[in-house]
Structures are given as C-alpha cells and as structure tokens.
C-alpha cells in the first residue's frame, strides 16, 4: 500500500481499479517480403479508401462551414491522388521488398524533411498535410488504431496529462475519478471534473505506465491523495466514508425545486455548467433553475471535421425541450487557448490565450458561425434558448454579431424554416468588456462573468500553467472591483448578470456576490443543492460588520 499526495481539484471519494490512459504512440511494423504485388494492391486498397473518407469528410465540412473550410480535406485528396507520392511508396516496396506500412512511413518521413526545410512557409507547412495523409493510410493498413480501449466497469483514470479533445473521447459514465501528474487547477480536465461532480487530483508524481493498470485505488479528493493498493482495513474505512457522502447527497434532494432565497427575501437563479447531454441529466437530478453555460465548443471536439446544422440543431432542440421552458444559455463556439481543434487548421500562436479565439475565429470565418446561428435560432421554437457570445471586448463586434444573425434569418426565411428569437448575451471576460460595460449593456439582454479568463487577463497570469499558481489570486480586489462594476451597470441599463465562471461555485464568495447584487449563479451541477443550502441559510440584512463582530464575540465565548 502506498499513498501520493497531489494537488486536489475536487473534493468526494473514490474508490475503484486504474485505467492508466496513455497517448497512442504508433509502431510501423517492418517485414521483408517477395510478395511486392500484394503489398502494392495493399497500399491501392488502402489509398482508396482514404480518398473515400476524405471526400465524406469534405462533403460533411462543405455543409457545416463552407468550401473554404472544406478546402484542407479536398488538398488531402489531391495529395493522395499525387504520382510523385503514389510511385515513391510502390517504389520502395519494389525495390527495398519491404511492407505497405513500412514504405509509406519512409516516404511520409523522406517528403517530410524535404517540405519542412524549404524557406516558402506555405510549402513548409504542407509537411503536416502530408503527415496527416500518410498517417490515415497506416490507420487503414493496420485496421486498429480507430479501435478504442473499453473497460467493463468504471475506473480511475491516470494519466500524464489530458487536452479537452482527449476528455471528449473518454467513456465519462465510467469514469470514477481523474488523476493527473501534470495540469492546473483551471484546466479542462479540472472543470470537466467538478462538472461529473467527481474527485480529482493534479500534480501527482506517479509514473503513468503500464504497471498501474488494473491496480486497486482510493482517490480522496478533499485530502488530495490516491492510495494504491489499499489494504483491507483502509478500503473498508473507505467504503464507509463513501456510503456516508452517499447519505449527504440524499439529504439535499430535500432542498429540490425549493426557492434559492436568503432569509432576508433575496432570490438568486441556481443555474448548471454542462458540456453534454449527460450534463443535462445531472443538472435535472440537482434541480437546476436553469442551464446558465451550456460549452458548445464540445461539439467540436474529438471529431475529425465539423459537426453539421442537423446535428447542432437536435442537440439544441434536446436541450431546449428538457428543460421545458427554464432557460438554457448556450455559449457559441469558444475553442482556441487549451482547446485545440486540428480541422480547424489554426496558425500556431506564441500566445494563443491572447490570440485568435473564440468570436475572433467566429467573426474570421462566418461560414462556421453561420452554421451554429441558424441551428441555435431553429432550436429556439422548442424551448427557452439564450445565445451567449464568448470574449466579447467592443461595441464593434456586436454590431458585426447583429448584421450575421439578419443574414441567417433571411437564409432561414427563404428555406421557409421555422425560427425564434433567442435572447442575445455576451461574456465579461477581459478587463475591456468590464470597463465598458455601460455601453455594452445598452446592446445585449443580459451578462455572464466569466471568472477564470477575467482572472487571468486581469492579473497576466496564464490559468493553464501551474508555475504560476501562486499568482493567479480570483479573490484580487481587482477581480472583484470589475464584477462589482460590471453587476451595477448591467442594472443600470436594466439587464441580468449573472457569474459562470468557476469562483461562482466557490461557497467563500456566494455572500459577496449577493450582496454586490448578483442575480445568477451558474456552476456544476454537484454543487448546486449545496450552494442552495448555503444561501437559504444566509441572512443579508445582517451587515458583514455585524457578522464579524458576532462570530469574534461567539469565539471569545468558546474560548
């Protein structure tokens, strides 16, 4: 039995068998062989089937987001249709006897070195096109790599690190717990925890091999420590702990569908943070006012191009006929930063926080905006839909905002497609959106605190490094001198702010923002029940003054 302390994210116990994810590094198998004409038809084979997924892949690309965003996959064909390339594998084969798989990797290796070292950064740059077509010709040879790991019961998964693409694939309803040596508190996999309402750690100095898989584990996310091999004392203290937490959670159900009101009268909306469908259920469990972030940018993920209108549109629809009638705000498309999306075909940024990023990219390429509005405005009908737009920073881009919502409706119109009118809302996110926030106010319906980039932006702290932990402070009076600032001129032009971000959930500042005036409260879906239970308790017509002198007083009495 042996216990690593890490850092914890999330608090509860679990208790359960590691599955260690490790990043799929591929092996090229080599062989010698006679049989050149078998190998050739092999690679033929192979080849063609490549072109066939690629031209699916261009046709569903054309349909989401236009031909200019389709172009990277129409490239992709032509490169495979290319001579030079076809003879130079078939050559190798031929000449050197050696396998398909073996041949295209020494090409893709050869043509590689050749694109990366030509000055012309146009040309250079065609050395990862040439990767990705060489690598979805090995995926066809081997028949396996598409093949996904499935575990028969539910697990605690460690791994080095996860990217939010690599959360996306994980079977989530099986996952018991995630345990990282790298990342940060504000990372994807941080969030997508507290949002499972599961216990995770991070910075946790265990090797990630082989050796752990299957081992027997208690995570205990309020401690911040994973014990493997746990002998049979501990994981029978364990498992009582467990059934206690189990018992408390049972308790709260009491607390649903009940007002989220101070004894004092101040009502404050209790809303959920969710990234999917399974969200929604759990947002249903803890009895939700509302979905208050639904993060699209996951409908993005882990896919090889881009998802269609169809296909946004049911999710919408889902969500909009589930919460029957409570509102649900959905946040477009906000990847770039951590969230890295390879179809996107994104310049590498030396700063991508401060870079091209969500509406950026959005008002860039509208054609993929324009997919997204028109799903939203459909799935309107159906339900109580707010639309929620990412990293807003001028007046100027509302207005951009505001001439592509008139051009979607008149596309919608002329297909003689049924549409509403969404409520429209932007996030306060940078210092500039919370210092013009007046003159944001008088364009939009209502306003959503994004702490963690507020945070960071305000501070110049990068939330993704864990170097800087110590300074990135959410309590920083400036922080909440722009909250503070943002909640009054929302009022002022009459319109709801609320706070998405993750110190929304954070039980230390829920009687600040009340008391700043705060009408919203937007966070996982765990925390719902006991954050109502909190502001129920509360009384704010006692001063905080007041409370601090009682609390003193009570403590000398003690003592």
């Given at each position: ?452 980039d507020l945070t960071q932006y305000t501070l110049a702290v990068d939330r993704q490094n864990p170097r ?92």
């Amino acid at each position: 039995m042996r216990r690593i302390t890490g850092k914890s994210v999330y608090g509860g116990i679990a208790i359960g068998r590691i599955y260690v994810y490790k990043k799929e590094k591929k092996q090229v198998p080599y062989w010698k062989t006679t049989e050149t004409d078998r190998e050739i038809r092999r690679f033929s084979e192979a080849r063609e089937k490549a072109l066939k997924q690629l031209q699916e892949l261009y046709e569903k690309a054309e349909e989401a987001a236009g031909k200019s965003s389709a172009a990277i996959f129409e490239a992709h064909q032509m490169m495979l249709k290319d001579e030079y390339y076809i003879n130079a594998v078939e050559e190798k084969i031929k000449k050197e006897q050696i396998n398909a798989e073996y041949a295209v990797s020494r090409t893709e290796e050869e043509l590689d070195a050749v694109f990366s070292s030509m000055e012309d950064s146009y040309i250079s740059e065609r050395a990862a096109d040439i990767k990705d077509v060489s690598e979805r010709i090995l995926s066809i040879l081997s028949g396996t790599s598409k093949e996904k790991r499935k575990e028969k019961e539910p697990f605690i998964l460690v791994a080095d690190d996860l990217t939010p693409s690599e959360t996306v694939q994980i079977d989530k309803e099986k996952v018991l717990s995630f345990v990282t040596v790298h990342g940060s508190v504000n990372s994807h996999t941080a969030i997508l925890a507290k949002t499972m309402n599961i216990p995770a750690l991070i910075g946790v100095p265990v090797t990630a091999d082989k050796q752990l898989d299957g081992k027997m584990a208690i995570v205990n996310g309020e401690e911040g420590w994973i014990c493997i091999d746990p002998d049979a004392i501990t994981l029978e203290r364990y498992k009582k702990k467990q059934e206690e937490e189990r018992k408390e959670r049972e308790a709260l159900q009491a607390l649903r569908g009940k007002e989220s009101k101070t004894l004092d009268g101040k009502k404050v909306l209790l809303c959920a943070n969710i990234g999917d469908l399974k969200g929604l259920e759990s947002a249903m469990e803890n009895g939700a006012d509302g979905i208050g972030l639904f993060r699209s940018e996951m409908l993005y993920l882990g896919k090889e191009t881009y998802p269609t209108e169809e296909e946004q549109f049911k999710v919408y629809k889902t969500l909009a006929e589930t919460m029957a009638g409570k509102e649900v705000i959905i946040r477009t498309l906000d990847i770039g930063a951590d969230k890295h999306v390879a179809y996107f075909q994104m310049e590498q940024e030396e700063n991508p926080a401060m870079g091209c990023r969500a509406i950026r990219i959005c008002l860039r390429r509208p054609e993929i905006f324009k997919t997204q509005l028109r799903a939203l405005f459909r799935a309107s009908v159906y339900g109580k839909i707010s639309i929620l737009y990412p990293m807003i920073t001028s007046v100027e881009e509302i207005e951009k905002i505001q001439q592509i919502i008139e051009e979607i409706k008149q596309e919608l119109k002329e297909k003689n497609l049924a549409f509403g009118e969404p409520k429209q809302g932007i996030m306060i996110e940078t210092p500039a959106a919370a210092l013009i926030s007046d003159l944001l106010a008088e364009q939009v319906g209502f306003f959503s605190i994004g702490t963690n980039d507020l945070t960071q932006y305000t501070l110049a702290v990068d939330r993704q490094n864990p170097r800087m932990e110590e300074w990135y402070h959410p309590y920083h009076e400036a922080v909440l001198r722009l909250i503070a600032i943002t909640v009054q001129n929302g009022h002022k032009a009459g319109i709801r702010v609320g706070i998405c971000g993750e110190l929304g959930s954070d039980p230390n500042m829920t009687e600040a923002f009340l008391r700043m005036g705060v009408d919203e409260l937007s966070v996982n879906p765990g925390s719902i029940l006991p954050m109502k239970r909190r502001i129920c308790e509360m009384d704010l017509s006692v001063s905080a003054i007041e409370k601090d002198e009682k609390t003193d007083l009570k403590n000398q009495m003690i003592t």
